[in-house]
């Protein structure tokens, strides 16, 4: 056996050896979100133990009607929209960081946030809103309009004379300080109770989860979930710069706009149903990519489930925090996030 062959074979065996480790990562990733997910549904006012908890999940049909409902209609929904909204958002912000490349880019860096506030400032303090639709849906309809909408204003303005990735980010910073004032505007001029509505909701919460609502975001992930899967080599291309991509037949703005029709489905959804929730989609994506790296087949899938288990293991804390209350999740995301980004940014820090 040549040098050449023994060499090739190493390196084959090396790479097998670092396919295995990073799926078993994204298998343990995945325990610790089913654990998350459970501990949950099993904290809470009522006093339920965990093995009580999976009884009643298991066999809904034998346990007593107070305590499957508190389980399957009150904490199970609130449990699995934590899930599905940090899967989400920290999925948009993974394909946002690639195709911006820019670490400091979130869903909420291209004012889907502020733009989802505005239409809910509408809902609430106007009462204006998305002809036909329900009142119940009235507030998520106007988020999620809004919140959409404002990413396809921003790809129409980045559109202009060529601009590039450096103008639809400039775009999107100008967008989120408009949305803001509109909505102070509304703040202004809006009732004590309008206000004290809108003000909770900017907060982030996971309170108004419901199953239809849970239903509309899984179908959400369901729909782009294959569109993400399928250009991850393409991501994998574009983080070795527009040029090398390019030799590799990687059309980057073709691959740019469609990361932002996925990147403004899964915030405008994830949003409109819970407000305002920060960090999520900067966070997660950073510390999955200190786990696996940038190989997108294994990138992709660690950040939603670390912006799963981090916005899961949120949810826990929101009903620790202050016995009796529920905290608004945002502000628990806001406490958590700023020390693990400290701390992602140090560590990332160290390894360069």
């Not at 003000?199 to 982030?204: A, E, K, L, T």
């Amino acid at each position: 056996m040549t040098a050449l062959s023994v060499s090739a074979a190493g390196a084959a065996e090396g790479y097998r050896a670092l396919l295995w480790r990073r799926s078993a990562l994204l298998a343990a990733l995945a325990l610790l979100l089913a654990g998350s997910l459970l501990l949950d549904v099993a904290t809470g006012p009522s006093r339920l133990g965990l093995a009580d908890v999976v009884d009643v999940l298991l066999h809904p049909a034998a346990a007593s009607g107070p305590v499957r409902v508190i389980v399957w209609d009150v904490r199970l929904p609130y449990a699995v929209m934590a899930v599905l909204v940090g899967a989400a958002l920290a999925l948009a912000g993974a394909e946002m960081q690639t195709v911006l490349n820019n670490p400091l880019a979130s869903p909420f860096t291209l004012g889907v946030s502020s733009a989802a506030s505005l239409g809910a400032a509408l809902a609430i303090v106007l009462g204006v809103g998305v002809p036909w639709v329900p009142q119940a849906w009235l507030l998520s309809g106007n988020a999620f309009l809004f919140a959409f909408g404002s990413v396809m204003l921003l790809r129409a303005l980045s559109r202009l004379r060529g601009a590039g990735v450096e103008a639809l980010v400039l775009f999107g910073i100008a967008l989120v300080f408009a949305f803001n004032a509109a909505v102070a505007l509304l703040q202004f001029v809006a009732t004590e109770q309008a206000l004290q509505q809108l003000v909770f909701w900017s907060m982030g919460s996971l309170a108004r989860a419901t199953w239809p609502k849970i239903g509309i975001l899984a179908l959400a992930l369901a729909v782009v979930i294959p569109f993400i899967a399928r250009a991850a080599w393409k991501l994998t291309a574009l983080r070795l710069g527009e040029e090398r991509a390019l030799s590799f037949g990687v059309n980057a703005s073709r691959l740019r706009d469609g990361a932002l029709l996925r990147v403004s489905l899964l915030s405008a959804v994830s949003v409109a149903f819970v407000g305002t929730i920060g960090f999520v989609g900067l966070v997660g994506p950073h510390a999955a990519r200190l786990l696996v790296g940038e190989d997108h087949r294994f990138f992709l899938p660690a950040a939603a489930l670390c912006g799963a288990l981090l916005l899961s293991l949120s949810s826990v804390a929101s009903k620790l925090l202050v016995p009796g209350l529920l905290v608004p999740i945002g502000i628990v995301t806001a406490l958590v996030g700023v020390p693990v980004f400290i701390v992602l940014v140090f560590t990332r820090g160290r390894r360069a």
